[in-house]
């Protein structure tokens, strides 16, 4: 089975800090995702990477940044946290096997920013 | 712009009664819908990806199908066990994104 591993189940930040999330895959795919869930809202893409050190904005990029410099691993960075960041961060990957390969999800990172 | 809505967004079952959720869409060039299983806490599961108007797809208790405008996830006999939040999301024209709809909340008592 596909393990994605979310370093933290919760991390509370306070505003105006540089926020780390570490997300790590075992399936060797080339394919990974960073995406906020939010009530009412579903999930939003905010930065995807289809290959080691490739990054695409995605539909949220703004304030967030992304480092992909091994294959098996993807972090989303907060440059500077601010309140409205807090949300559910969900990380995700899949092989590069056609468009129809289904990604496969951490079970997130509960982040408040105070 | 592309868009994945989904309907009803909560919806309250006896266990054993049958009934739909709905996907609708307006993804242009709809390469893939997505159906996925979210229980509190965790990540979203993978259960069918449908590609062309007229499939279906089966898992236990649930059958999945699409139209060139939606798609439904029918419950048979539902359990307790099924309650989760189902999410359905499409694949874009271009590239390997997923646009998600905002996900229905099912909920089956006994």
């Known amino acids: 089975d596909v393990k994605v591993t979310q370093s933290s189940r919760y991390l509370v930040k306070r505003t105006g800090e540089k926020v780390f999330l570490e997300c790590v895959q075992d399936?060797?795919?080339?394919?990974m995702f960073w995406y906020r869930q939010d009530p009412g809202l579903g999930l939003r893409l905010i930065y995807f990477?289809?290959?080691?050190?490739?990054?695409e904005k995605g539909d949220i990029p703004e304030g967030y940044s992304v480092s992909r410099e091994k294959k098996e691993r993807f972090s989303l960075i907060l440059e500077s946290a601010s309140t409205n960041q807090t949300s559910m961060y969900l990380c995700?990957?899949?092989?590069?096997?056609?468009?129809?390969?289904?990604?496969?999800f951490g079970d997130g990172t509960r982040l408040s920013i105070l | 712009e592309d868009q994945v809505t989904q309907s009803p967004e909560a919806l309250r079952l006896q266990e054993g009664e049958s009934s739909s959720l709905n996907c609708s869409y307006t993804?242009?060039?709809?390469?893939?819908l997505f159906w996925y299983r979210q229980d509190p806490g965790k990540g979203p599961e993978f259960l069918f990806t449908?590609?062309?108007a007229g499939e279906e797809k089966e898992k236990e208790r649930l059958k999945a199908t699409l139209t060139k405008k939606e798609s439904f996830l029918h419950i048979t006999a539902p359990k307790p066990e099924d309650s989760a939040t189902y999410l359905c999301?499409?694949?874009?024209?271009?590239?390997?994104?997923?646009?998600f709809g905002a996900g229905t909340i099912l909920r089956v008592k006994s």
């Open positions: 399936m060797d795919h080339e394919n």
């Open positions: 449908l590609y062309s």
């Open positions: 990477s289809y290959d080691v050190k490739m990054k």
């Open positions: 995700a990957s899949s092989s590069a096997g056609g468009p129809n390969q289904p990604q496969h």
């Open positions: 999301a499409g694949n874009m024209e271009y590239g390997n994104k997923l646009v």
């Open positions: 993804v242009s060039g709809l390469r893939g």
